[in-house]
């Protein structure tokens, strides 16, 4: 199974980035998909949560607004349109797929794509 992060960079205040997490090894139609960021002595948060069912997609109270998760099963991708990106919004940013099934718990990551926001 493998998940590959990408579309991070730097990026300037108020600026735009969309990531894309490409997937193989799973039937991405059958697991959660979501988006967790982390930056420097900080726990991993999680900003984007895309159910199997998309229209029941969520974003964290932090980036509400400015942040949507989407997912394209055909694809086997996930992506994070961010807009009006802070500062605060810099941090490693990275892909999660997560499925209960037959009394166990899958859960797979990828590598993370860092995202800084500065002038």
């Known amino acids: 199974v493998q998940l590959v992060e990408s579309g991070g960079g730097l990026v300037q205040p108020g600026g735009s980035l969309s990531l894309s997490c490409a997937a193989s090894?799973?039937?991405?139609?059958?697991?959660?998909m979501n988006w967790y960021r982390q930056a420097p002595g900080k726990e991993r948060e999680l900003v984007a949560h895309?159910?199997?069912?998309?229209?029941?997609?969520s974003n964290a109270d932090s980036v509400k607004g400015g942040f949507a998760g989407s997912r394209d099963d055909e694809k086997s991708t996930a992506c994070l349109q961010m807009n009006v990106l802070k500062s605060e919004d810099t941090a490693g940013y990275f892909c999660?797929?997560?499925?209960?099934?037959?009394?166990?718990?899958?859960?797979?990551w990828g590598q993370g794509t860092q995202v800084t926001v500065s002038s």
């Open positions: 090894g799973i039937t991405v139609s059958e697991y959660d």
């Open positions: 895309i159910p199997i069912e998309e229209s029941d997609a």
């Open positions: 999660n797929a997560w499925r209960y099934y037959g009394g166990r718990r899958y859960d797979y």
